[in-house]
């Protein structure tokens, strides 16, 4: 089945934002997902850009995306961050998470970008053997940390 890869338009978001819950819901986490369609739009097109979305498209339906958006390594310099490279459940397996990860490294090639990141949970390993076969280090000396919206308020209030 053919796939077609483009960056998203403001009428993909309420599809992009399912295939985020539908994440959310495959890592356990289904009440995790707090950014709503008015979000992303804000993110995706008001100045200043936060992130570029890149959709997957089978038959007119958006099975697919990959977010990602620019950062800066004090090591490497420029790099590119996937936030996250998401497939409908119908549709692993059918080439079009390579089609994504294919649009996301030409994007950054292009970008000359140093790195392109991402971090992948450690329970999937799918997704772990499928990047791995494209070249990825996967790094599991690393720990991720995040401060959530509580604890940045918190710490605020502490200092």
Not at 50 to 56: D, H, K, L, R, T
Not at 132 to 149: F, I, P, S, T, Y
Request: glycine share 6%; proline share 3%; net charge negative.
């Amino acid at each position: 089945m053919p796939f077609y890869i483009r960056e998203a338009t403001k009428k993909d978001l309420p599809r992009v934002l399912e295939l985020i819950v539908e994440l959310a819901v495959f890592e356990k986490e289904p009440d995790a997902v707090e950014v709503t369609v008015e979000d992303l739009e804000q993110g995706a097109f008001e100045n200043p850009k936060q992130f570029v979305c890149f959709v997957a498209e089978s038959e007119g339906i958006i099975e697919g995306i990959a977010l990602v958006y620019n950062r800066f390594s004090t090591w490497k310099g420029s790099i590119l961050h996937l936030e996250d490279l998401i497939v409908s459940q119908n549709k692993r397996g059918s080439g079009l998470g390579t089609a994504l990860l294919d649009e996301v490294v030409k994007y950054g090639h292009n970008l000359g970008v140093k790195r392109i990141s991402w971090e992948v949970i450690d329970w999937n390993e799918p997704a772990i053997i499928f990047y791995e076969k494209k070249g990825a280090d996967v790094k599991r000396d690393w720990d991720v940390v995040h401060l959530n919206e509580d604890a940045i308020k918190n710490y605020i209030s502490n200092i």
